[in-house]
């Protein structure tokens, strides 16, 4: 009877580890998907240097699909700077609206949850540096 008990403790032991290695390589992972997501935001790949290679371009249609994407991003940089107050004054209203419901012992808890829980508000859209273009990450064929 000592026997199987101390095996089912043995056995709810090692679930119990198991779970918190589980939960902590999760963990790990989902904060390597953020560092990825934020990394190739920073340094887009080269969409015109893939597609020129993918559709044989040549150097004249590379140059000038060069300027189609810089003038369309240009355009959605524009647009985003545009509404991004709009876009920031929602998120700031909608904190506070919460707030407003919560008692004060509660916003603290609130605080400490989007401490953990939201990933930081995003920032606004970035000034182009003329010149500078996004790194091609893809492999060469």
Do not use: C
């Amino acid at each position: 009877m000592k026997s199987r008990l101390w095996g089912i403790l043995l056995g709810i032991l090692i679930f119990i580890l198991g779970a918190i290695a589980g939960a902590v390589a999760h963990i790990l992972y989902q904060e390597h998907l953020k560092a990825a997501f934020f990394k190739a935001f920073e340094h887009p790949p080269d969409i015109v240097a893939g597609m020129a290679r993918e559709l044989q371009l040549d150097a004249a249609q590379t140059e000038s699909l060069r300027k189609i994407f810089d003038e369309s991003r240009q355009r959605y940089m524009d647009l985003s700077r545009e509404i991004w107050p709009k876009y920031e004054a929602i998120r700031i209203e909608t904190e506070q609206q919460i707030k407003n419901i919560l008692r004060e012992d509660q916003k603290i808890l609130y605080e400490n949850f989007l401490r953990r829980f939201q990933p930081p508000p995003p920032k606004p859209p970035p000034e182009r540096k003329e010149g500078k273009q996004p790194r091609d990450f893809r492999p060469a064929k």
